[in-house]
């Protein structure tokens, strides 16, 4: 695999669409601009933010930034014991 | 919901102080009510997170306000108390002072708190009350429709002040922490904004460290959180958020106005509230130690007695000294005063009621007895007297042009003069007592003794009333053997 050497990211965001209210401030708390408002709707008719599925930094500002208790859960990497 | 990768754990997730779903709404629990981009959304989540990682969930009261965040009790997952619109700090006073392990919040926007609440939180504060408050101020009133708030800024429009609010029209914008700031109590005040990530990670060590002074009993602590309302605002959540930063910064500058929880001390507990049992002794409503004579038996009995003179003849004083005697032969009674806002020399009276019937009205409109005490008393009730009935005069005759109405008994007496005699002429009110005792036979002398020393507690004064009571009484003997004649 060519991607063997590439650093696996810090951090991973899963947001729950269904509770997302589409807002957008995730978006702009995003420092490696990596969230973005989807094009589809979800059922309440928001726009769900959505991560793009790479580059996230583990930072939690979109959590913080995020007024719905639940819709964004954020992920950091575990420390291995370097391979 | 994507597939977590593996070798990634969970950093930041739905606090533990939210209840699990929002029961609330049929579908939709795990969402708050708030519109997207709402500022109370960000504000529960890091009381939430606060909460969660002091560890007080199961100590955490909260109290919420009337407004946009009325369903707070709805979120958090721990005590919850409603208030009445602006009420929040005087009924976390009372939550904390009853529960004093019990770590109380409350919750207001600036509707509630600095509006029509404006006494509570000023008075909470000045008592330097263990609580902590959480002001969401977003310059606006959000659920009734946008109207103007004590915090609208200048030039802001609203529904009521749609040409934008003017400082000569409509005051200035109130700012809540610095004039908490004037107060010598509070321990910790800080305004935070929520306008950008930076501010709020600000916010939410702030919101902990009010929560924190708390725990340690330090005192009164409130966060005034600068907070966007895109929906009144009728902006975009990005766009609400770049005029908190923007906007509302310049008028209500963050920062913290109090910070003396380094030298605070903690505060003592407050002391245990009285036992149910000790309170007659303390207020002192101790049943008085006395017994009716066993042949005492009032019979129909309905008193209506009215005292009337001016202030400082002691006429509430007789009123009492009636009405206490008539609860100490377990009679119904009632005592009413009426008097103008002067202590001495406006006109008083007392309407005093004794029945052995339960007592509908403690008013007296028709007296059985009127005790005047001067002549504008006398010519203002006479004609109310009763058939049957007395009025007892501070004189030797009535004024010429006074009649009592038919059927009604007359007793004239000079009784301040006669308490002349006893060197203290404010007893003239007992010595009216004395002469009404011995002119109707109503109540027992051993009641009115007793009631006596219920009501006069200083040794001198009590002799003093005890001989101007018999003086009254040889002054209606008198009299009633005349009458006789």
């Known amino acids: 695999m060519t991607q063997a050497n590439v650093q696996p990211d810090r951090g991973y965001v899963t947001i729950n669409a269904e509770e997302c209210k589409g807002c957008g401030l995730c978006v702009e708390a995003c420092v490696p601009r990596v969230l973005a408002l989807a094009a589809h709707l979800n059922h309440q008719g928001y726009h769900p933010a959505e991560y793009a599925g790479s580059g996230c930094n583990g930072c939690g500002l979109c959590f913080h930034c995020c007024p719905e208790p639940g819709a964004i859960t954020v992920y950091k990497l575990a420390r291995v014991a370097a391979a | 919901m994507a597939e977590v990768p593996t070798g990634y754990t969970v950093l930041h997730e739905r606090p533990k102080a939210f209840y699990d779903t929002f029961e609330r709404k ?10 997207p981009g709402c500022g109370h959304g960000l504000a529960h989540k890091m009381i939430a997170r606060a909460i969660d990682e002091l560890g007080i969930q199961d100590r955490v009261v909260a109290v919420s306000p009337v407004g946009c965040a009325v369903f707070t009790y709805y979120y958090f997952d721990t005590g919850n ?22 770590i109380v919040f409350s919750y207001q926007g600036d509707g509630d708190l600095a509006a029509i609440g404006t006494a509570e939180i000023l008075h909470a504060a000045n008592r330097g009350e263990n609580i902590t408050v959480f002001f969401v101020n977003n310059a606006v009133y959000g659920m009734t429709g946008g109207q103007m708030a004590p915090t609208t800024m200048l030039g802001q429009k609203t529904t009521t ?57 330090l005192g009164f602590s409130l966060v005034e959180i600068l907070s966007p309302c895109p929906t009144i605002w009728k902006m975009n959540p990005a766009k609400a958020q770049e005029r908190v930063r923007e906007e509302m910064v310049k008028v209500f500058p963050p920062g913290v106005y109090r910070d003396r929880t380094a030298e605070a001390q903690t505060r003592p507990a407050p002391p245990p509230p009285p036992r149910l049992e000790e309170l007659p002794r303390l207020l002192d409503l101790e049943a008085h130690d006395f017994t009716p004579a066993a042949d005492f038996q009032p019979g129909a009995l309905d008193l209506r007695i009215k005292v009337a003179g001016f202030g400082g003849q002691g006429v509430l004083m007789l009123g009492e000294v009636l009405a206490e005697a008539g609860l100490l032969l377990n009679l119904d009674v009632s005592w009413l005063p009426s008097y103008g806002p002067e202590m001495r020399s406006g006109t008083s009276n007392c309407h005093v009621r004794i029945s052995n019937r339960t007592i509908a009205s403690p008013l007296v409109a028709r007296p059985t007895m009127l005790l005047a005490m001067n002549e504008p008393s006398l010519r203002k009730f006479v004609a109310d007297v009763d058939k049957g009935g007395w009025v007892l005069y501070n004189a030797r005759s009535l004024p010429a042009d006074v009649k009592a109405p038919e059927g009604v008994h007359v007793m004239c007496v000079p009784f301040t003069e006669l308490a002349d005699t006893l060197g203290e002429p404010r007893a003239g009110n007992i010595v009216m ?32 009333d005890r001989r101007a009571l018999e003086l009254g009484r040889d002054a209606a003997r008198k009299e009633l053997a005349y009458a006789c004649v």
């Open chain 2, 81 to 102: 108390v409603q208030a009445a619109h602006g009420r929040a700090p005087a009924v976390a006073t009372a939550v904390k002072r009853s529960r004093p392990e019990a």
């Open chain 2, 433 to 464: 007592l004395g002469a009404l005792l011995e002119a109707s036979g109503i109540l027992s002398r051993e009641a009115i003794d007793r009631a006596l020393e219920i009501h006069v507690r200083s040794a001198r004064w009590l002799e003093l």
């Open chain 2, 161 to 217: 002040s749609p040409l934008g609010r003017d400082a000569f029209n409509e005051g200035y914008p109130l700012h809540v922490c610095e004039l908490l700031a004037a107060l010598e109590a509070p321990v910790y005040l800080e305004r935070v904004a929520l306008g950008n990530a930076k501010q709020v990670m600000a916010a939410s060590r702030a919101i902990k460290k009010a929560l924190t002074n708390q725990v340690k009993g």
């Open chain 2, 26 to 35: 049929g579908d939709l629990q795990g969402q708050t009510h708030y519109c």
